[in-house]
């Protein structure tokens, strides 16, 4: 009988770490995203887009660039941590700007247990994707 308690209670106990290890940080499509603001600019072809973004505790943007747009990032909340292909990490509080060159494979990671809120201002050539995953 205590063989079988054991077991059981190591089936149990086994199933709760496998249920607990297995709880994935938040996604990036639980990442909000909204376009603020759209303008053209004076070069041609060219257009500023203002987002704004919030990154849930634990959520990872995962890869990407910003293929045709230099981004220019005010962190609102939160801190940051921004990992840029050929750079050193980088962590940005509230208050700090960074900023992240076209074509720049980078990826934004939520490390703490508050929301990071932040506002991108996108320098871009008019009719490309803003965003696109890191190949």
């Known amino acids: ?5 054991v077991l059981v209670a190591s089936v149990v106990v086994t199933a709760l ?12 499509s639980e990442i909000k995203r909204a376009v603020l603001q759209k303008h053209d600019l004076k070069v041609p072809g060219h257009e500023g887009v203002m987002v704004s973004v919030e990154i849930p505790p634990g959520a990872r943007e995962g890869r990407h660039t910003h293929p045709a747009a230099d ?3 005010y962190v609102v909340e939160g801190t940051i941590n921004v990992e840029v292909d050929g750079k ?3 962590t940005y509080k509230a208050g700090d700007t ?3 060159p076209a074509g720049k494979v ?8 508050a929301p990071v809120k932040l506002i991108g ?3 871009t050539e008019k009719g490309k994707p803003l965003t696109a995953p890191a190949k």
């Open 1 to 5: 009988m205590r063989v079988r308690s």
């Open 17 to 28: 770490a496998i249920a607990w290890s297995t709880q994935a940080a938040p996604q990036a």
């Open 71 to 73: 981004l220019f990032v």
């Open 88 to 90: 050193p990490a980088g």
């Open 98 to 100: 960074f900023f992240t």
């Open 106 to 113: 980078h990826e934004g990671i939520n490390t703490s247990n």
């Open 121 to 123: 201002v996108f320098a």
